[in-house]
């Protein structure tokens, strides 16, 4: 089993920066890829970004692309996800999750464990 637990969510201003963290527990983080999930209030869960086994490789949205940055330290277990110039579409409750999957996908079938979530709320 693995535990996901997320952290540094919170409120800011439009233009504003958070960095997300998502500790890993159980079984060891680098045995898979992970990514980033967001849920806004009346609508589905979508992709943010996922990233592979060694952090080598990438995959963000275009919707948040150039401003999130996903990144991982697999001797810490931990997934950052840095989150600048935020928007107000922004605000959602950010999930990480583990996938048991191969590959870093975008589709979320292969993710097999979730955090609870944490909310960012983006101001105008």
């Known amino acids: 089993q693995v535990q996901l637990v997320e952290s540094g969510g919170g409120l800011v201003q439009a233009g504003g920066s958070l960095r997300l963290s998502c500790a890993v527990s159980?079984?060891?983080?680098?045995?898979?890829?992970m990514g980033w999930f967001r849920q806004a209030p009346g609508k589905e869960r979508e992709f943010v970004a996922a990233?592979?086994?060694?952090?080598?490789?990438?995959d963000v949205a275009d919707s948040v692309k150039g401003r999130f940055t996903i990144s991982r330290d697999n001797a810490k277990n931990t997934l950052y996800l840095q989150m600048n110039s935020l928007k107000p579409e922004d605000t959602a409750v950010y999930y990480c999750?583990?996938?048991?999957?191969?590959?870093?996908?975008?589709?979320?079938?292969?993710?097999?464990?979730w955090g609870q979530g944490t909310q960012v709320t983006v101001s105008s």
């Open positions: 999750a583990a996938s048991t999957g191969i590959i870093a996908t975008r589709s979320q079938y292969p993710y097999s464990y």
């Open positions: 159980g079984r060891t983080s680098s045995r898979y890829p």
């Open positions: 990233i592979t086994l060694s952090g080598g490789s990438t």
